[in-house]
């Protein structure tokens, strides 16, 4: 599977200059924290050079003091107990294989294909794989797989949510990650994302949808969620989702909702919905009459019994914050009602304007065109537009950013007004630069 947009590798303490530049640089280490497999466990040193290294990642993080970084060097790391009654946890019952409740920076050395966290996690033997409850703390570049939780064994909010990674402070980040192969019955198999989450990957995860979240404002970007049957994306509360991939999520007829499903808020801006599948909006489902939107996205070839592409319902009373904008719903099928776009009812304020659907939609909002977006080519995959595509410098500007980007990185306004859809487009021999 491609790894777009996910740094893969990282290097540190390459010497480049002078001797000075090199003491300087490990002056600046000094009280980091090392992590290896073939560590001696100086846990009177407390792990701070790699000859002493800890050989488990609890034990360094115990031991660190914020904002310490602790380095962990290549080698897959399985769990063989749990760390109990971690700190803020209401419910001391509650297994996880590392927790991270301290602002200190969790590294990997080489990324998540060489650094891989197992909390070989099972029905008899349950834990997370990774807790993160502490502002200011960094979890960058690891593999997070095995964790299992069942909402039975772990009655109490939020215990039961985010088998891989159980995220609930706001200001924390995780980074860089593959979170693969967790397993969660209630919500959230792979992921719980308080705080900001970027550049990771969600996949195949099992038992209910990869990314659960309630309660309060967290952002995702620049991820893909892909490839989890149970669905991609359930937000319950506040959420962002910035410039991701939600691809080939849920299972028809099973699955609510494929791509993602919305209640009580949520933004998805430049993001891909393709290849998703569900019974109520196989790219999208949006319900009930809260703040929500979606701008700049592009909803292709997902499927569903209703709403192949977007499903809207119970819109009554949401105002103009509710809406759905600069957006391309094309290609999708649905196997009872609307392929592309579901309408539940009545809509009491224009939801949809400035987009492109085969669906007439004049009486929901304005400005929407029904023509063929003319992407580049759908049989492989490239939803970018072609140049006589009538999706360009036909959106609506609103408030956009002058630093905002596109789902390639690109510049989001080119050339004056703003295309439809997740990509925008760029005349042939245009100059540009990636962010």
């Not at 390459?14 to 530049?21: D, E, F, H, N």
């Not at 962990?72 to 769990?79: F, I, L």
Request: a positive charge.
């Amino acid at each position: 599977m491609a790894a777009s947009g996910v740094k893969m590798k990282r290097s540190i303490g390459r010497a480049t200059g002078l001797a000075i530049g090199l003491w300087a640089a490990v002056a600046a280490q000094a009280a980091d924290r090392f992590v290896s497999l073939t560590g001696t466990n100086d846990t009177a040193g407390g792990y701070t050079n790699w000859a002493g290294a800890s050989t488990n990642i609890q034990d360094a993080i115990n031991v660190a003091v914020a904002p310490e970084t602790i380095w962990v060097t290549n080698g897959y790391y399985m769990s063989t107990s749990n760390v109990v009654g971690v700190t803020r946890l209401a419910n001391p019952s509650n297994y996880t294989m590392v927790c991270v409740n301290k602002a200190v920076k969790l590294r990997s050395m080489n990324g998540p294909a060489a650094t891989i966290l197992d909390a070989n996690g099972s029905a008899t033997t349950q834990r997370h794989c990774l807790i993160v409850n502490t502002a200011g703390a960094v979890v960058d570049g690891f593999t997070v797989r095995g964790g299992y939780i069942t909402s039975a064994r772990f009655p109490g909010y939020p215990h039961y949510l985010g088998g891989g990674i159980l995220s609930y402070t706001r200001d924390a980040l995780v980074t860089n990650c593959i979170i693969t192969g967790n397993y969660a019955d209630n919500a959230g198999a792979g992921l719980f994302p308080g705080g900001t989450i970027a550049n990771c990957i969600i996949s195949n995860n099992t038992g209910s949808s990869a990314i659960y979240w309630q309660g309060g404002v967290h952002i995702v970007r620049n991820c893909t969620i892909t490839d989890n049957p149970a669905g991609g994306i359930v937000l319950n509360d506040n959420g962002n989702f910035e410039n991701c991939r939600i691809t080939r999520n849920g299972t028809l007829g099973i699955t609510e909702a494929g791509g993602a499903k919305a209640s009580n808020g949520g933004k998805f801006r430049n993001c891909l919905f393709m290849g998703n599948q569900g019974t109520y909006g196989g790219g999208v489902q949006l319900v009930n009459p809260n703040p929500m939107s979606i701008t700049n996205c592009t909803i292709v070839s997902n499927k569903a019994t209703y709403g192949g592409g977007l499903y809207l319902a119970n819109q009554s009373g949401a105002g103009s914050n509710r809406f759905v904008q600069n957006t391309i719903i094309y290609g999708n099928l649905a196997t009872i009602a609307s392929s592309n776009v579901y309408v539940a009812g009545a809509l009491d304020f224009p939801r949809i304007s400035y987009s492109c659907t085969p669906d007439d939609m004049s009486a929901y909002g304005a400005n929407n065109i029904t023509n063929d977006p003319q992407f580049v080519d759908m049989t492989t995959g490239n939803y970018r537009l072609r140049a006589n595509s009538p999706c360009i410098n036909t959106g609506t500007n609103g408030s956009w950013p002058a630093t905002d980007i596109d789902l390639d990185g690109r510049t989001r306004i080119r050339y004056e007004t703003v295309d439809m859809g997740a990509y925008e487009f760029i005349r042939s021999g245009t100059i540009f630069g990636f962010h």
